[in-house]
């Protein structure tokens, strides 16, 4: 059995004021491909469907399109968890017409660990696959507030709770294993930050609990799950080392932190023969990174043997950050136009002059060509701000305006040119407002 592991989607994220709709709608569109190339049999999505609780009607028109597009397909099953971006009411709603569909959707913990166990069956009828699909688990959700605890007690009270819904979810699946007298595979899913989980500036990953971190440790996981296919972080990661325990990560870069970072998705084969594994590759496209050197991992006392492969996401929208004095911008910007890159770049100045018409000199360079510069972070004119900084202030301390007006000082800009500039920028913040209005 093939399945299609992938997560946080974040379909209507921004970046710095760009809709980027045509990068979910490709991205979508490449994905029910590969099911269709890849011959999958159930994709998992493993949370954050959307990026935040309340989507554009075009962003629940690209997520229903295409959920209508591979019931039509060779998937013969649909599970999906919601994240911590995602509204649980909201992709409940309509989970009774998507089950019609066999399409399941968990959008939160329930009191009855059985809701979370999904039971999929093949065209004969005869199950094939136990899921469980544990959505993200808020902190309502798994312990009780007490009052004049620690933060410690906090913490260990939240993963605790973790570690036992998990396991009562593993062991009502188990019953079920047992009653239906067959050896199937258990997949689990989750929402959460793992011990040790890689993040990256910029790539919009939260803490998932205020006042804790409460990450979890691989060994907290039930031992009873064959894979388990996770949430929540960007970078493409194992955890704990294990083969079997995986983030895929966002098929999409999030920010300008990840723009170097290869995205993926992780298909996941699932044979009752110990040896189908080794040495074979699952049939399919050629852009594939088979991750152990067996190619699988052994099965133990009868169970599956589980090998995975990651497939490499497409760019659908190059990003760009560049670093640098003035000379090395401007020559990364000059090799960008020449291979007629349509990429949207992030600038970060860290020359010795302070580059006051760096704006200025970017518009010139990139005339012409099809770059879009969508942020500059001239950090020369960032240390002069601290440098302006009482002994007992920090950058968080100051509001924007204030920011700005210590810039206006610290570049001993004339009185007669602050009336301007300062007109400009309001302009600028409440463009900005309006957009962020919109894009909600």
């Given at each position: 059995?093939?399945?299609?592991?992938?997560?946080?989607?974040?379909?209507?994220?921004?970046?710095?004021?760009?809709?980027?709709?045509?990068?979910?709608?490709?991205?979508?569109?490449?994905?029910?491909?590969?099911?269709?190339?890849?011959?999958?049999?159930?994709?998992?999505?493993?949370?954050?469907?959307?990026?935040?609780?309340?989507?554009?009607?075009?962003?629940?028109?690209?997520?229903?399109?295409?959920?209508?597009?591979?019931?039509?397909?060779?998937?013969?099953?649909?599970?999906?968890?919601?994240?911590?971006?995602?509204?649980?009411?909201?992709?409940?709603?309509?989970?009774?017409?998507?089950?019609?569909?066999?399409?399941?959707?968990?959008?939160?913990?329930?009191?009855?660990?059985?809701?979370?166990?999904?039971?999929?069956?093949?065209?004969?009828?005869?199950?094939?696959?136990?899921?469980?699909?544990?959505?993200?688990?808020?902190?309502?959700?798994?312990?009780?507030?007490?009052?004049?605890?620690?933060?410690?007690?906090?913490?260990?009270?939240?993963?605790?709770?973790?570690?036992?819904?998990?396991?009562?979810?593993?062991?009502?699946?188990?019953?079920?294993?047992?009653?239906?007298?067959?050896?199937?595979?258990?997949?689990?899913?989750?929402?959460?930050?793992?011990?040790?989980?890689?993040?990256?500036?910029?790539?919009?990953?939260?803490?998932?609990?205020?006042?804790?971190?409460?990450?979890?440790?691989a060994n907290m996981f039930p031992d009873s799950f064959d894979y388990l296919a996770l949430g929540h972080l960007h970078v493409p990661q194992k955890v704990g080392g294990?083969?079997?325990?995986?983030?895929?990560?966002?098929?999409?870069?999030?920010?300008?932190?990840?723009?170097?970072?290869?995205?993926?998705?992780?298909?996941?084969?699932?044979?009752?023969?110990?040896?189908?594994?080794?040495?074979?590759?699952?049939?399919?496209?050629?852009?594939?990174?088979?991750?152990?050197?067996?190619?699988?991992?052994?099965?133990?006392?009868?169970?599956?043997?589980?090998?995975?492969?990651?497939?490499?996401?497409?760019?659908?929208?190059?990003?760009?950050?560049?670093?640098?004095?003035?000379?090395?911008?401007?020559?990364?910007?000059?090799?960008?136009?020449?291979?007629?890159?349509?990429?949207?770049?992030?600038?970060?100045?860290?020359?010795?002059?302070?580059?006051?018409?760096?704006?200025?000199?970017?518009?010139?360079?990139?005339?012409?060509?099809?770059?879009?510069?969508?942020?500059?972070?001239?950090?020369?004119?960032?240390?002069?701000?601290?440098?302006?900084?009482?002994?007992?202030?920090?950058?968080?301390?100051?509001?924007?305006?204030?920011?700005?007006?210590?810039?206006?000082?610290?570049?001993?800009?004339?009185?007669?040119?602050?009336?301007?500039?300062?007109?400009?920028?309001?302009?600028?913040?409440?463009?900005?407002?309006?957009?962020?209005?919109?894009?909600?």
């Open positions: 059995m093939k399945i299609l592991h992938t997560s946080d989607w974040h379909i209507g994220r921004t970046l710095y004021g760009r809709k980027r709709y045509e990068e979910f709608d490709a991205f979508l569109r490449w994905l029910a491909d590969t099911i269709e190339q890849e011959k999958v049999d159930a994709l998992l999505v493993a949370g954050d469907i959307f990026d935040t609780s309340t989507p554009s009607n075009r962003a629940q028109a690209l997520y229903y399109q295409f959920l209508c597009r591979v019931a039509q397909s060779c998937c013969r099953h649909v599970v999906v968890i919601a994240g911590n971006h995602d509204s649980p009411s909201f992709l409940d709603a309509p989970r009774e017409l998507l089950k019609s569909m066999n399409v399941h959707v968990v959008g939160s913990a329930s009191d009855c660990p059985d809701d979370e166990v999904i039971v999929l069956r093949d065209p004969q009828g005869e199950p094939e696959l136990i899921v469980c699909a544990v959505p993200y688990l808020r902190d309502r959700d798994i312990r009780t507030a007490e009052a004049g605890e620690s933060v410690e007690d906090k913490e260990r009270k939240l993963l605790e709770g973790i570690r036992r819904h998990y396991a009562q979810v593993a062991a009502q699946a188990e019953a079920k294993r047992q009653r239906l007298d067959r050896r199937l595979p258990v997949v689990g899913m989750g929402h959460l930050f793992t011990a040790g989980g890689k993040t990256l500036e910029g790539d919009g990953v939260r803490e998932l609990y205020v006042g804790s971190l409460a990450h979890v440790a294990s083969d079997t325990i995986r983030y895929c990560g966002s098929p999409l870069a999030m920010g300008f932190g990840e723009a170097a970072q290869a995205k993926s998705v992780c298909l996941v084969s699932l044979s009752a023969d110990s040896a189908a594994g080794a040495g074979h590759d699952i049939a399919g496209s050629d852009d594939r990174q088979v991750i152990s050197p067996s190619g699988h991992v052994e099965s133990r006392h009868g169970r599956p043997a589980v090998e995975v492969a990651l497939l490499d996401v497409p760019v659908f929208q190059p990003l760009a950050r560049i670093k640098g004095d003035w000379a090395d911008i401007a020559a990364a910007l000059q090799v960008l136009g020449a291979e007629q890159s349509m990429a949207w770049v992030e600038i970060v100045y860290e020359g010795a002059d302070l580059a006051t018409d760096l704006r200025k000199q970017l518009d010139t360079a990139v005339a012409g060509t099809q770059i879009e510069i969508l942020r500059v972070r001239n950090n020369r004119v960032m240390e002069r701000v601290l440098e302006s900084l009482h002994e007992d202030e920090t950058l968080d301390d100051l509001a924007p305006d204030e920011v700005f007006e210590r810039c206006l000082a610290a570049h001993k800009v004339p009185l007669a040119q602050q009336l301007a500039l300062r007109d400009s920028y309001r302009e600028v913040v409440i463009s900005v407002l309006e957009e962020d209005t919109r894009a909600e």
